[in-house]
């Protein structure tokens, strides 16, 4: 059991290339969700997902992408990257979902070091 | 609509003293409250989660937090610090019908020898 799986560990990327995220998870959770960690501003929600099939924003969405195609996986797309978005990024998921179940403990990936430069 | 404050960035205390983190939430209906600790260059860790029930919750290592309505607060606290605490901790309130988490912006712990 891997838990949450996050690749690559970094990456370093020039403004305007594109990139993907990896992140999955092999516990059958309906929940995952991105975060974008900065200092001093905690954990922010990117975008999440209930289920396959179903996403939405969070907190901060502009310049990224997800979609949800399996289970397992919740790759987020940076289109075209910017300096403004060199953080560490986490995917989390959890139990929570489509089921109607309240929000539950999230499992954290390792995380994915970006920097624009 | 929800939110969460850790008032304090960072916090210094001596091994062996005793160590409270404070959290107040936002939150318009009853709250689902968490505690995550994240080492450094490593991923979060949950600490302990609050649902219903018994406003004293314990966690893992040692930690508890205390669920108290009237000051919308979930403070975390640990009798004895031990130099491997020395961490970010963070504080989430969970929404009750879509899985989100909103964290508040965290604190850091020092241990001093």
């Known amino acids: 059991n891997a838990g949450v799986t996050q690749t690559p560990k970094f990456q370093v990327l020039k403004t ?6 990896q992140c999955a998870q092999d516990m059958n959770h309906e929940y995952m969700s991105w975060y974008r960690q900065d200092p001093g501003m905690g954990l922010r929600l990117i975008h999440y997902s209930v289920g396959a099939g179903i996403t939405d924003q969070g907190e901060v969405p502009n310049g990224y992408n997800v979609s949800r195609s399996t289970t397992e996986d919740f790759p987020l797309r940076l289109l075209s990257a910017a300096p403004s978005q060199t953080s560490v990024y986490f995917c989390a998921s959890s139990y929570s979902g489509r089921a109607g179940r309240v929000a539950d403990e999230q499992f954290f990936g390792p ?6 430069l | 609509a929800q939110s969460v404050t850790q008032p304090d960035i960072h916090i210094t205390v001596s091994e062996g003293a005793s160590l409270e983190l404070r959290c107040n939430y936002s939150y318009g209906a009853t709250p689902y409250l968490f505690w995550y600790v994240q080492s450094p ?8 989660k609050y649902f219903s029930g018994d406003t004293l919750v314990q966690g893992i290592k040692g930690f508890e937090a205390e669920f108290k309505r009237s000051q919308s607060s979930f403070n975390l606290r640990k009798p ?7 961490a970010e901790y963070f504080c989430a309130v969970g929404s009750s019908n ?3 988490l909103i964290f508040g912006q965290g604190t850091t712990l020092q241990v001093k020898p």
Do not use: E
């Open chain 2, 80 to 86: 004895s610090v031990h130099w491997s605490d020395a």
């Open chain 2, 41 to 48: 260059g490593q991923g979060l860790q949950l600490l302990l």
């Open chain 1, 111 to 116: 995380g994915t070091r970006l920097t624009v």
């Open chain 1, 16 to 21: 305007g290339q594109s990139m993907t995220l």
């Open chain 2, 98 to 100: 879509t899985g989100k």
